[in-house]
């Protein structure tokens, strides 16, 4: 999601530091940033010349100490806590001072994320959705810790973002992945345990309940393997075996079939 929310961030004017671990990974991150700067141009929601200006924006680099200049940051990396916990001690120590360090956590604990820190207050979550380019919300999470001049800059700079701000509390899975996972979850047992085919179950949600995808189509979107990590995510902050991922969602991430970005999961893509 990480190119996506630098997409925005430039397209609203802020200049833009894109980190990340390889060349390669920047590579593919800047070509989908400029594939879907062409396509708003495409759609006359934005002129060339201010896509050209969004893309001029934007600094890739693999070197962390980058950063240095930057007011805030909003890490997107895997959704694992040790990943994150690693980032946000280094953006501590990177960053200046009175910098905020947000996450786009999916579910993992802001105030848990806030002690790896020497500046519990100034850490927030900031938890965009896909397509980031498109889709209005942002859900701001406060930690137990959030100051509340940390909330208001990220409520301002969302709004600035074009999205529209929702406060909720940090619990695991937020309102969103709470509500969400386990709607995708209870459609992958509904498949295995031959309810009805993948096709059918989305057929469901599209026909029935006007979802602009079915929770299936929307799985192989998100990536299987986010779905999982989420669902342990819950398991483990909500205490209740309800949770668990179901095995046909474990076997597949097993098997590599991770949706859309693997080129195969409850549906086949062509892979570019
Ligand atoms: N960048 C910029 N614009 C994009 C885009 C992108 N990546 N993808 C699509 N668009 C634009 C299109 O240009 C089009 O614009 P228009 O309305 O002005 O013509 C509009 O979005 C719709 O796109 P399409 O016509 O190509 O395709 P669809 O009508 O099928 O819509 C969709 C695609 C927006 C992805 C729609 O299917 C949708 O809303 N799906 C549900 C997405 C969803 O639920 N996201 C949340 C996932 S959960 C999450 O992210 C949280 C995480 O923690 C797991």
Request: glycine content about 8%; some cysteine; overall charge neutral.
């Amino acid at each position: 999601m990480g190119n996506g929310i630098a997409h925005v961030c430039a397209r609203a004017g802020c200049e833009v530091v894109l980190y990340d671990l390889e060349q390669g990974f920047l590579d593919r991150g800047l070509a989908t940033i400029e594939k879907n700067l062409a396509r708003e141009v495409a759609k006359n929601k934005l002129t060339q010349q201010q896509a050209d200006e969004a893309r001029g924006r934007i600094t890739p680099t693999v070197d962390r100490e980058a950063l240095a200049r930057c007011g805030v940051a909003i890490e997107a990396a895997t959704e694992r806590f040790a990943v994150k916990a690693e980032i946000f001690r280094e953006l501590d120590r990177i960053l200046p001072g009175d910098a905020i360090l947000a996450t786009n956590t999916s579910s993992i604990s802001i105030t848990k994320l806030a002690t790896q820190t020497k500046r519990p207050e100034q850490v927030i979550g900031m938890h965009f959705f896909n397509p980031v380019p498109v889709m209005q919300l942002v859900e701001v999470i406060r930690g137990l810790q959030t100051s509340q001049a940390t909330f208001d800059a990220v409520h301002a700079l969302s709004k600035q973002l074009g999205k529209t701000p929702v406060e909720v509390n940090d619990a695991a899975g937020f309102v969103s992945n709470r509500v969400l996972m386990p709607l995708i979850n209870e459609a992958v047992y509904a498949v295995m345990e031959g309810v009805a085919t993948a096709e059918a179950v989305d057929q469901v949600f599209v026909l029935g309940m006007a979802h602009p995808m079915g929770p299936l189509t929307l799985a192989d979107f998100i990536g299987l393997d986010v779905c999982v990590d989420i669902m342990r995510v819950l398991a483990d902050g909500l205490g209740s075996p309800k949770y668990n991922p179901c095995p046909l969602l474990v076997r597949m991430v097993d098997a590599g079939w991770l949706g859309r970005k693997s080129g195969r999961g409850f549906y086949r893509y062509p892979l570019q």
